[in-house]
């Protein structure tokens, strides 16, 4: 059945709880007319139900349609809530909406724009664009169909376990495929999404309790920042004072039967919010540690995790538990229904799916690579020009990064290579040092579990790792200490 708006255009309708979904901009209707008080969207303080925040999307299309709007349209705006109104306006009005990464600078966003008067840049049959999310040059525009992700958000919600009573935080820009797609999903379920506007980690936990989440979804770039905002109590404080005198009394803290890692100046036991309604943590990135994963089990006993392997190319590919990825380290699990997983003699994935963008001719490979185990769990070595020459030696960048991010004393590690004259490249470190540890105490660490090839050239100590609007490691800012 069509619905006609205030112009007389025909609009497709949605109901909620159906898996069919034509137009986003008529599924959050739909969700307006049946739970209009409801929460949808909370960012610190503010609560925006579905009611509120259609409203505001109707003026926002009110204002695309009366005046000339380029087709496609770029949106560069810095608040979550403003990108999104304007995103779900713009596809109502029946533009191809793009949200812009917000950190961009003048020369990519008019690169952008540039491109976009392409006519081979362009495609009629996508309903939106999304951005890849690298961290140097321009983006690619890649191009989508709503069914590229509305028909899987069935299936990625049950095995997400979303449901109407969701409330997700997640963290970041919506330029990021990650984060918009997750949102959509709970948005699909008729559930709640809750972020912060700031990169102040403690604040998250406060504003997590607040709302009693459900669900987290964050790349470990930001959960490894989370369980380091972690408080610290008052009693594990003067417990730590008395740990610095003695090995004893160390032990007396911490048995060696819970693995708590100690750091040799000062030992500090970190304490969490309870949030007992936590229940799912899932993050989509390959770079996660042992040393991660038994802080989030520690830290929140009573929810799963869930890591997923993907790209904006094709969407979810493999996923795994946290009790697979334990015993198997590096995997990424098996594929997600409907989607096929092949490996050639390279080790190059490839990949079969109907939820990819348009253009794509499957099967697809974004040139990562991995093998199969014995147990038929795809294991991820990387992409496969994420590789440093040195002089012949072939360095893994992503497996050399995950042997130092587990050394203890390691917040954040970045490894990239840097030019040489004599051997080709030679492997740069970068590490954020957990409170206690110095450049120095890890660089003796890092002897004991790299070998003389592995070893990187340089260390370079950083108060933080860079991260852009994404999520993704900012690499410009990484390579611009690399010139000093």
Request: charge should be neutral; hydrophobic fraction near 40%; charged fraction near 20%.
């Amino acid at each position: 059945m069509d619905d006609y708006n205030q112009n007389g255009q025909s609009e497709m309708t949605y109901s909620p709880g159906r898996n069919r979904v034509t137009s986003l901009y008529a599924m959050m209707l739909a969700w307006q007319k049946a739970v209009p008080n409801k929460p949808c969207l909370c960012i610190d303080d503010a609560v925006y139900t579905y009611d509120n925040f259609m409203r505001d999307v109707q003026a926002e299309k009110e204002k695309l349609e009366m005046y000339a709007q380029p087709q496609p349209l770029l949106i560069y705006r810095n608040s979550v809530y403003n990108q999104l109104t304007a995103w779900i306006a713009a596809i109502g009005a029946g533009l191809q909406p793009i949200i812009g990464h917000p950190d961009s600078d003048d020369i990519v966003r008019k690169a952008l724009e540039e491109r976009l008067k392409e006519p081979s840049a362009c495609c009629d049959k996508a309903d939106f664009g999304v951005l890849s999310s690298g961290s140097t040059g321009v983006p690619k525009i890649l191009w989508r169909r709503t069914a590229s992700w509305a028909d899987f958000f069935p299936v990625q919600n049950e095995i997400f376990e979303v449901t109407k009573d969701t409330r997700l935080f997640l963290h970041g820009s919506m330029s990021f495929t990650g984060n918009l797609n997750a949102l959509l999903a709970v948005w699909y379920a008729g559930g709640t999404v809750v972020t912060s506007a700031y990169l102040r980690p403690r604040s998250w936990l406060k504003v997590m309790a607040r709302y009693a989440i459900t669900h987290i979804y964050l790349l470990p770039t930001k959960l490894r920042l989370l369980m380091e905002a972690m408080p610290i109590s008052k009693e594990n404080t003067a417990m730590a004072a008395e740990a610095e005198s003695t090995a004893e009394a160390r032990r007396r803290i911490v048995p060696t039967a819970v693995k708590q890692r100690i750091p040799p100046v000062v030992a500090k036991q970190r304490t969490a919010p309870t949030l007992s309604s936590l229940r799912m943590i899932f993050a989509g990135s390959q770079m996660l540690d042992t040393k991660l994963m038994h802080h989030l089990q520690r830290t929140w006993p009573q929810a799963r995790f869930i890591l997923y392997y993907g790209a904006s190319e094709l969407n979810y590919v493999t996923y795994c538990t946290a009790e697979e990825w334990l015993r198997e380290p590096n995997t990424v699990g098996r594929p997600f229904p409907g989607v096929t997983v092949t490996v050639d003699e390279d080790h190059m994935i490839y990949v079969t799916s109907p939820y990819t963008i348009e253009g794509v001719a499957c099967p697809f490979s974004v040139g990562d690579k991995g093998w199969f185990s014995s147990s038929g769990r795809l294991m991820f070595e990387g992409r496969g020009g994420a590789v440093i020459n040195r002089g012949g030696y072939k360095l893994s960048v992503p497996l050399l990064e995950k042997k130092i991010q587990e050394l203890d004393g390691v917040a954040e590690a970045v490894v990239m290579g840097q030019p040489d004259a004599l051997r080709g490249e030679e492997p740069v470190a970068f590490i954020q040092c957990e409170p206690g540890y110095t450049e120095t105490m890890i660089k003796k660490a890092m002897t004991k579990v790299l070998s003389v090839q592995e070893m990187p050239h340089r260390i370079i100590g950083v108060e933080e790792i860079p991260l852009t609007a994404g999520s993704k490691i900012d690499k410009r800012q990484l390579l611009r200490l690399l010139e000093t």
